[in-house]
């Protein structure tokens, strides 16, 4: 990977290299100007490492590219500038992430100072506009957002229109308005303007869909995890439906890489919600839901977290009269395919349905296939023998159990897929056709043209959606009204 110059108007054959590093080709690099167009940031990583290092370039003065953090120790993204003073978000030595000033010209970690400390909520991003600090906090895995000066003074918080998710707040420091968008599980996505001088939103642009959120009800619930760790589970459902233990659930969850699942619209969960069905988003640990320390209690020998976390959420939906085993499917995509295919190892009597899509299925070798080397740091690799044992003990491949009853399983990958080699849910398919021991089925969907989700067409999306719940409402006994 190298990074080039490219003026416009001018040939390809004229770019000039800027920065490349042939001792570590599996790094991955990422540059930016600064709004003042002084200075070239560079941002370096290696694989999907919880870290990164920084350097820039005085684009006036053509100087030499320089460090600014020039060690694996955290991650570091810049924000904006005062010329040579840069605001800087790390979560160094502050896990639920913090502010901080840089003189780039003395960027000695002892001459930064602290803007915006950590605090008890989640710093999830900041934005400079209009001389004020936006900055974008996480509370129990929904969006607060506090305004400061450009000093770090606490001003105000900007009211949302509900519990959800927000988030842009882009735009230039003298700028004095700027743009959100929000939503939430029965919320569409709506463009809000915010005027930062008078602290106002107005509605900008709302979607069109043709969806009554009075109808249906959303709450957050906290269920105690194996180990007894608190896990926030957002839950969805028709308002009227009686909590007998009977509602067919679609419960769904990630955990992992640092990526918290957060209120969303989808227009294609209302066909499931206008047919009884109840759907449940619980956030596991390995995401960022409650910063680093919540990552890093779902990964690497800590991965099982993740999947007592899951089934504590299916054993809290039948407890608390949701549902029932026989009207339960479980999903997830990716990472949450490797979630669902360990779950229905370790449980298989707690779901009816499982859909384990684009999943990491074959633990002791992903990390031979296509980009699967990045993982290592959130995984582990087999190459470790201390790290072999624990991975052993969960990979969905290798856990398959012969004459289990296992629950109706539909599997999804796709031929292009250069992300999760589908190779994984080949490997897995096979495996649990032969070893199944009861009479529910276990299919492979493998979508054609298409690669791990990201620009897949619309028409091809409702196709699979169309499959995935034709499959579990038959597999339910559910005659669904449209």
């Known amino acids: 990977q190298k990074i080039y110059y490219h003026k416009l108007g001018t040939v390809q054959a004229e770019d000039k290299l800027i920065w490349e590093d042939e001792q570590n080709p599996k790094r991955l690099f990422g540059a930016g100007v600064t709004d003042d167009e002084k200075y070239m940031i560079l941002s370096v990583s290696e694989g999907s490492s919880n870290s990164n290092l920084l350097y820039y370039k005085n684009l006036i003065t053509d100087s030499p590219i320089s460090p600014i953090v020039d060690k694996f120790e955290a991650r570091f993204g810049v924000v904006d500038n005062f010329d040579n003073i840069f605001l800087v978000w790390t979560n160094l030595n502050a896990p639920n992430n913090k502010l901080v000033s840089i003189d780039v010209n003395n960027p000695a970690i002892e001459n930064w100072k602290t803007i915006i400390p950590e605090s008890e909520n989640v710093m999830q991003g900041v934005s400079l506009v209009g001389g004020k600090l936006i900055v974008t906090y996480l509370k129990d895995a929904n969006s607060k957002i506090s305004v400061y000066t450009a000093e770090g003074e606490y001003l105000y918080d900007i009211k949302l229109p509900a519990v959800g998710t927000a988030g842009g707040f882009g735009g230039k420091k003298e700028d004095q308005e700027t743009f959100y968008t929000f939503t939430s599980f029965a919320y569409p996505p709506t463009i809000f303007k915010y005027d930062v001088k008078n602290n106002t939103s107005e509605l900008f642009r709302k979607s069109d869909v043709k969806f009554d959120p009075d109808l249906y009800e959303t709450k957050q619930v906290f269920y105690p995890s194996k180990d007894g760790t608190k896990i926030p589970m957002f839950i969805v459902y028709k308002k009227g439906i009686k909590l007998d233990g009977n509602n067919p659930t679609l419960l769904y969850a990630y955990g992992g890489f640092n990526a918290a699942i957060l209120p969303s619209f989808s227009v294609s969960r209302i066909p499931l919600l206008d047919n009884g069905v109840i759907y449940a988003s619980a956030c596991l640990r390995g995401g960022s839901e409650y910063g680093e ?91 470790d023998p201390g790290q072999f044992k624990y991975l052993l003990k969960y990979s969905p491949l290798h856990n398959i159990r012969k004459g289990v009853n296992y629950p109706a399983t539909l599997i999804t990958t796709a031929d292009h897929d250069d992300r999760v080699f589908p190779a994984h849910s080949f490997k897995y398919a096979a495996t649990l056709q032969e070893m199944n021991g009861g009479k529910n089925p276990a299919l492979i969907r493998i979508e054609t043209k298409v690669g791990h989700g990201a620009g897949t067409s619309t028409s091809k999306s409702i196709e699979l959606v169309t499959d995935l719940y034709s499959f579990m409402f038959y597999n339910m006994g559910i005659n669904p009204v449209f």
């Open 293 to 383: 320390k919540w990552h890093k209690a779902g990964m690497l020998e800590k991965k099982q977290n993740v999947f007592d976390d899951f089934i504590s959420a299916a054993e809290y939906l039948i407890k608390e009269k949701y549902t029932k085993p026989e009207k339960l499917a479980v999903q997830g995509g990716s990472n949450g395919g490797l979630l669902v295919g360990a779950v229905i190892n370790q449980r298989p009597d707690l779901f009816r349905v499982a859909f384990p899509q684009v999943g990491v299925m074959d633990m002791l070798r992903f990390h031979k296939f296509t980009i699967g080397w990045a993982w290592v740091s959130e995984y582990g690799s087999s190459d």
